[in-house]
Each structure stands twice: as C-alpha cells, then as structure tokens.
C-alpha cells in the first residue's frame, strides 16, 4: 500500500464532502500501534447522496469497484442485505489502474452508529511528502476494537491487544 495514494482517496473524498470514517489497519496505525496493511479500509455513511459522492470521488482519481456495481445498487438496502446473506459480502473493493498498490475496501453495511461515531470521530492531519496536508477522520478506539473482536482473525485479535494497551495508557 502507498501512503500517497491514501492521501489522494481522502483528498479526493474530503473534495466532494463524504461522510467517512477511515477503520481497519490505518485506524490501528494512526491511534500508535504501527503495523502493516495492504489496503485501505472505509466505512461511509450509507445514504444515497453520500454514497453517490463517494462513487463520484473514487472515480475521480481512477478508482472504480471490482465488481460492476453502480452507486444505485450499493445504496439499495435490499441489494446490499441480498450481498451480506448470499456472498457474505463484508466490503466493496474499489481498484485503480493509477494506484495498483492501494486497493480501497467501503463497508457494505455501516458497522457501527455511523452519526454518533462520526461526530465522536479522531480527526488527524495526513502529511505526506509531496503531498498538500489532508484531513482524516478514523473511528474511536472503542469502536475500532469492536469491529476487531468481530473479524477475529490473528491479525485483528492483535490489534485489539494493543489498542487496549493504548487505551489504557491514555486513561492513566
């Protein structure tokens, strides 16, 4: 995964004013427990506006879903329940020719209280090299170490254990 091309998605979505939280491994590394990850996660407020400004923005910059799916269809409910229940669908990946390393994976379905998590948001500023300073917002310890315990895969179970200790020491 490129860092610059992390940076041109959240410009690219913070341009057409998307409600998003930044989650999995990215969240993990911007609240101190760095570690590696392949792709960049999102979870966006699922309504239709938003969801059409986010499909607006990811094509923006040359991302376009591995599966051909319109914004009407990911902002169906049915069509996105018929995804969790007969795919097991959890995200949508997005690719881009442009940025082949930085694969962008949206959340099918809002994993968490989406208005209350957004307004209780981390806010941090990205600074790349070469890059103009770009807003991030990721999702709150608690709430980051919710959605880990749920995949509980290894890598997730360890996040857990060190956003834990991160916590604690922020409680101290």
Not at 18 to 46: P, S
């Amino acid at each position: 995964m490129k860092l610059a091309s992390v940076a041109v998605v959240l410009e690219a979505l913070n341009r057409e004013k998307v409600r998003v939280l930044v989650v999995g491994g990215l969240a993990v590394n911007a609240h101190g427990y760095l570690r590696f990850t392949k792709d960049a996660d999102l979870a966006i407020e699922l309504v239709p506006e938003n969801i059409e400004r986010a499909f607006r923005a990811l094509a923006s910059i040359g991302y376009h879903p591995r599966v051909p799916v319109t914004a009407a269809q990911f902002a169906d409910p049915a069509v996105q329940a018929s995804w969790i229940r007969d795919k097991d669908m959890k995200v949508l990946q997005f690719w881009s020719d442009a940025h082949r390393e930085t694969p962008v994976d949206v959340f099918v379905i809002e994993p968490f209280d989406f208005p209350v998590e957004f307004a209780e948001a981390h806010t941090d500023v990205v600074e790349i090299s070469g890059h103009s300073p770009v807003q991030a917002r990721y999702v709150r310890i608690p709430t980051l170490i919710a959605m880990k315990q749920a995949f509980s895969r290894p890598t997730d179970l360890d996040d857990v254990q060190h956003l834990r200790w991160i916590q604690e020491e922020k409680e101290k």
